[in-house]
């Protein structure tokens, strides 16, 4: 099984560290770490202060190159370079970190949603936001992968990212059910909440939950549709004063129909 077979099977491929990540990597961790202490950028910390969410934190260009580094190279970008339709403009990074005792309640959670996030890891699948008051969710964001890329050392427990395996093939049958025989451009419009949420059931008893842990200039692919979220802190994690941060490319498709109909 090549690389793409394994890929598109499990959902997730990781990539050892190499010369050219370690370098991005390393040129990228005081711009991340800079980012998270800026001010106009305050308002990204949640769970009680053990999450900085960091959208578009990053300033890299569309290329992932951040000013006066390498360039985002390496095998994990030569993978979807060479893959189909996955080469794509990248938007500034996501710069996710958790900090001792994630996760923690915050006034911007519901007690539930504190407790999803507790004991399931706050699974789910990107581009599916949450709106209004019962937070019904929409397809807004058709990303194309997720491409996590660690920024810091720490121990195996500090906050990993976790994924269910194999759990893109459930949810994507699961959205082609609602979605299939509407136009693409109504899909937006389309209310999938009840699909996604026993589709997201039947992942956690039937697909194996994997933990993440990488370490700097690591990376980790993840298919669009996978379940993913991240682990509480453990007890006994080590970190660095910065956390454990990972860099996020989620680039988007350039049509809605891309997300369900590709590989």
Not at 120 to 128: E, F, K, S
Not at 138 to 161: M, N, R
Not at 221 to 239: D, I, N, S
Request: a negative charge; hydrophobic letters at 45%; aromatic letters at 10%.
């Amino acid at each position: 099984m090549d690389l793409l077979e394994q890929f598109l099977e499990t959902g997730i491929l990781r990539f050892p560290a190499d010369p050219d990540m370690c370098a991005w990597a390393d040129h990228a961790r005081p711009v991340a770490l800079a980012a998270t202490q800026d001010p106009a950028n305050g308002h990204w910390l949640r769970c009680g202060g053990t999450w900085f969410v960091g959208v578009d934190a990053l300033p890299n260009d569309q290329s992932g190159w951040v000013d006066g580094g390498p360039p985002l190279a390496g095998a994990a970008m030569a993978f979807l370079n060479a893959a189909p339709g996955w080469c794509l403009p990248l938007h500034r990074a996501q710069v996710s970190v958790c900090y001792p005792g994630y996760p923690k309640p915050s006034p911007q959670e519901t007690d539930a949603a504190f407790r999803f996030r507790r004991d399931r890891d706050a699974a789910h699948v990107d581009g599916l936001l949450a709106e209004g008051p019962e937070k019904r969710r929409f397809l807004k964001e058709p990303h194309a992968y997720i491409l996590g890329i660690a920024l810091t050392a720490q121990s195996p427990d500090a906050a990993p990212l976790v994924a269910w395996e194999g759990s893109h093939h459930i949810m994507r049958e699961a959205f082609a059910g609602v979605l299939d025989g509407q136009p693409a451009s109504r899909w937006p419009e389309i209310d999938v909440t009840e699909a996604y949420q026993a589709a997201r059931r039947q992942v956690f008893t039937s697909c194996r939950r994997v933990m993440l842990p990488a370490a700097p200039g690591e990376a980790v692919l993840l298919h669009r549709l996978l379940v993913h979220g991240v682990a509480p802190w453990g007890a006994a994690a080590t970190a660095s004063a910065a956390g454990r941060m990972i860099a996020y490319f989620r680039p988007h498709f350039p049509g809605l129909a891309d997300w369900l109909e590709r590989p």
